[in-house]
């Protein structure tokens, strides 16, 4: 069965920090381009980050830059988000997605359960 599984949320003050997870099972992360999304309470889910499977190359939507660093880790089949000086609108569930192999991802077959990160004092 293939899947994506998303961990790593939680609670943390403003200018906070926390690393989400996305962990692949059934198929090889490697291969794909691996895409960070979130969805804020009654807002459209939006585009956070990307990274290639080609040449690794990255992208952040402009509200993140400079805060969040996407990275892979092959070995272990996984895909990290660090996010750093965390702010009150960046709560959201978060979820990733694999498709193709190029960013931006325009399309997401599914999605799986997310993780909640909320950043609250």
């Known amino acids: 069965q293939l899947q994506l599984v998303e961990s790593g949320g939680g609670l943390v003050q403003p200018g906070g920090s926390l690393r989400l997870s996305c962990a692949a099972s059934?198929?090889?992360?490697?291969?794909?381009?691996i895409g960070w999304f979130r969805q804020a309470p009654g807002k459209e889910r939006e585009g956070v980050s990307c990274?290639?499977?080609?040449?690794?190359?990255?992208y952040y939507a402009d509200s993140v830059k400079g805060r969040f660093t996407i990275s892979r880790d092959n070995a272990k089949n996984t895909v990290y988000l660090q996010m750093n000086s965390l702010k009150p609108e960046d709560t959201a569930v978060y979820y990733c997605?694999?498709?193709?192999?190029?960013?931006?991802?325009?399309?997401?077959?599914?999605w799986g359960q997310g993780t909640q990160v909320t950043v609250s004092s």
């Open positions: 059934g198929f090889t992360l490697v291969y794909y381009a």
């Open positions: 990274i290639s499977s080609s040449d690794g190359s990255t």
């Open positions: 997605a694999a498709e193709g192999s190029s960013c931006p991802i325009l399309f997401v077959g599914s």
